[in-house]
């Protein structure tokens, strides 16, 4: 049995997956395996995934979403520890190696990230996160959102323990998990860049009020549901969620979708009356 089950979940994408799976292939670390797990493609996908079948563990489902697609994967593995590649994504060939090496020299972390470039085509662009933190980043993470998948290896048991990604989910099932994993168990950060994010036109994150709402719900999904929380953590939630309501609410008033914007409006004042004090031109006529 393998030590690591790379999941990597796809769906319709014929133009990036092979290159993903080399990624994997080139590793230096060679104690894994690679499930990928198609989310119901419609294209070529599988047809560009059939040269590697002796390579990779192949299951299609009915689409379902990433979280369901990563859960599904998580269920076909039964390795130690679990990495997480989105299928437009690279690794640099020591990506596997120096992350186990991370775990070895420190058993007490459940989970290990790493630092990320983006890119366009062939051009470079941002790495990130600027800094990292390592331990107990429970706090650290909720102030900012600053583990990308592609650059995780976690442990199965932390997995056992938090459960399940939520598949209620569209976008924010991630920084949900790694909230869930981070409350509950050590981190580790790599300060190298160990991943290639690809920027490109079907990027899921690519729409904002989407991605505004989601992230709205994984704040309101802790600070209603967990029961552990300390003052300054409750703080950074209340004052998030207010954020993140005013967000919501421009979103939807630029739409023409007043109503609603009113009732994020409202909602950032519950959570955080004194956040007016900082809206300024973000308040809306409505």
């Known amino acids: ?38 989310d119901g493609s419609e294209d070529g996908t ?3 995934l059939l040269p590697y079948m002796q ?14 697609a990563k859960n599904a994967g998580i269920s076909l ?27 070895n020299s420190n058993p007490q972390v459940g989970l290990v990230y790493a630092k990320y470039t983006s890119f366009r085509n062939d051009k470079e662009l941002r790495t990130k996160p600027e800094k990292g933190y390592s331990g107990w ?28 990604y939520d598949e209620s989910f569209t976008l924010g099932d991630e920084y949900d998990m790694f909230l869930r994993v981070a409350k509950r168990f050590q ?11 690809r920027i490109h036109d079907r990027n899921a994150s690519k729409d904002d009020l989407l991605f505004d709402k989601e ?12 029961t552990d929380l300390d003052e300054k953590e409750k703080k950074i939630l209340r004052k998030r969620i207010a954020m993140y309501s005013l967000k919501v609410a421009k979103g939807l008033y ?21 956040y007016k004090r900082f809206t300024g031109d973000l308040t809306f006529k409505t």
């Open 1 to 38: 049995m393998p030590t690591v089950s790379v999941i990597i979940h796809t769906f319709n994408n014929e133009k990036f997956i092979a290159e993903t799976i080399e990624s994997v292939l080139k590793q230096t670390y060679n104690d894994y395996e690679i499930i990928v797990v198609d």
């Open 46 to 48: 599988r047809d560009v």
């Open 55 to 68: 390579d990779i563990r192949y299951h299609y489902k009915e689409n379902g979403g990433i979280a369901s």
């Open 77 to 103: 593995s039964s390795a130690e520890f679990i990495a997480f590649l989105d299928h437009d994504d690279l690794w640099v060939p020591d990506k596997l190696k120096i992350q186990m090496e991370h775990f």
């Open 137 to 164: 980043i429970f706090k650290e993470l909720l102030s900012k959102s600053f583990i990308q998948t592609s650059t995780v290896v976690v442990k199965r048991e932390c997995l056992n323990a938090v459960g399940p």
């Open 187 to 197: 981190c580790g950060f790599v300060d190298k860049e160990l991943t290639r994010y």
């Open 215 to 226: 992230n709205l719900r994984v704040f309101k999904k802790v600070y209603n549901g967990y």
């Open 254 to 274: 630029n739409q023409g979708q007043l109503e609603e914007s009113k009732k994020y409006q409202k909602e950032a004042l519950e959570y955080l009356p004194f």
